[in-house]
């Protein structure tokens, strides 16, 4: 009689300790495959952060549910001892496992760096910078690195045209280098055997189209007046009469408020003054847009030497061949300007 009780005891453990494990199985695998993103979001994880970060920044965001399942499937996966830096997105559904492979593998999500209406490079590297790791100051350094940018084969001038205004996807991590790197690559692709037969026929190469395009973008807003200006510009050049734009004028100047040309602006020295020199200036003067572009590209064929900015600051301008036209429209706004108190 007291074998059998004693088996029935040892089956009783047994039994007990099976559902223990079996309760303990089903917990642990809760913990791996449950859902466990309390609402959708992203963190950062900066160079040389620590486990403890993480657990900070997913804590302060409330995107886990369940730290503790968290931890313990981080433990077992060895992801504290393998923090990796980026910008990592979280979605509602994911579980621990998902969660702690993306973060051990470094899968980030990439950030879309919108480059539009700038205007010089210290512009282009505070933005940029709030959408990668590196400040605007360690960026600037790399975007006036002539080393590089010789190596890339521009000079400081012509440089900034590799940088056509668009969105890019690009990882949080991105280097400084790798960014401008990325750029060069953007820039060859737009530049394709089409778009470069098309500058070939005008006479200009592709770094010449977008000095060009820079000053239409300045000239004028509407999309509809850029190919007149480009061809105007283009019949200016193919005669040798100096561009005179106001906006390279006030490039030289380092102004863009500048809202009136007054005739001692016009003597500065500087190769972007086209009333002085001749021909395109060095480099552009801005980021043009690809419909500024485009507007040199397909210029509009007409035979207008003259433009001048309409009265009514309509944004539009008045477009002749003829000087003494041209010299009525100025008059009047040259007036306009003076009326509305508007002298420099």
């Not at 791996?32 to 959708?40: E, G, H, L, R």
């Amino acid at each position: 009689m007291i074998l059998p009780k004693i088996n029935k005891i040892i089956f009783f453990i047994i039994a007990i300790g099976l559902i223990i494990t079996g309760l303990k199985a089903y917990q642990y695998y809760q913990f791996a495959f449950s859902p466990n993103v309390k609402k959708s979001g992203n963190i950062i994880i900066p160079n040389n952060a620590t486990y403890q970060q993480v657990l900070d920044s997913l804590q302060k965001k409330e995107i886990i549910i369940n730290e503790k399942a968290f931890k313990w499937v981080a433990k077992k996966k060895n992801y504290p001892l393998n923090i990796k830096t980026g910008n990592y997105e979280f979605k509602s559904g994911m579980n621990n496992n998902h969660i702690v492979n993306m973060l051990k593998a470094g899968l980030q999500k990439p950030v879309s760096v919108i480059i539009n209406n700038l205007r010089t490079i210290e512009q282009l590297a505070g933005i940029v910078s709030h959408y990668i790791a590196p400040d605007s100051v360690t960026l600037l350094q790399s975007l006036r690195d002539t080393t590089l940018i010789k190596k890339l084969g521009y000079n400081k001038f012509t440089f900034p045209v590799i940088f056509i205004p668009n969105t890019y996807q690009v990882y949080w991590t991105t280097t400084p280098e790798k960014f401008i790197l990325r750029m060069k690559r953007e820039y060859n692709n737009f530049w394709n055997e089409k778009r470069k037969g098309e500058a070939e026929l005008l006479g200009l190469s592709p770094v010449e189209v977008i000095t060009l395009a820079s000053i239409i973008q300045e000239e004028t807003n509407k999309k509809k007046e850029k190919p007149i200006v480009a061809g105007l510009y283009l019949n200016r050049l193919k005669k040798g009469i100096p561009l005179q734009s106001d906006p390279t004028v006030k490039f030289a100047l380092e102004d863009s408020s500048v809202r009136r040309i007054l005739k001692k602006y016009l003597k500065i020295d500087s190769p972007y003054n086209t009333y002085k020199y001749a021909g395109l200036p060095p480099g552009p003067i801005n980021f043009p847009e690809i419909s500024s572009i485009e507007s040199v590209l397909h210029p509009d064929s007409n035979n207008y030497i003259y433009m001048c900015a309409k009265e009514d600051f309509s944004g539009y301008h008045n477009f002749t061949n003829n000087l003494r036209t041209h010299m009525n429209n100025a008059r009047k706004y040259q007036r306009a300007l003076t009326k509305m108190k508007i002298m420099k």
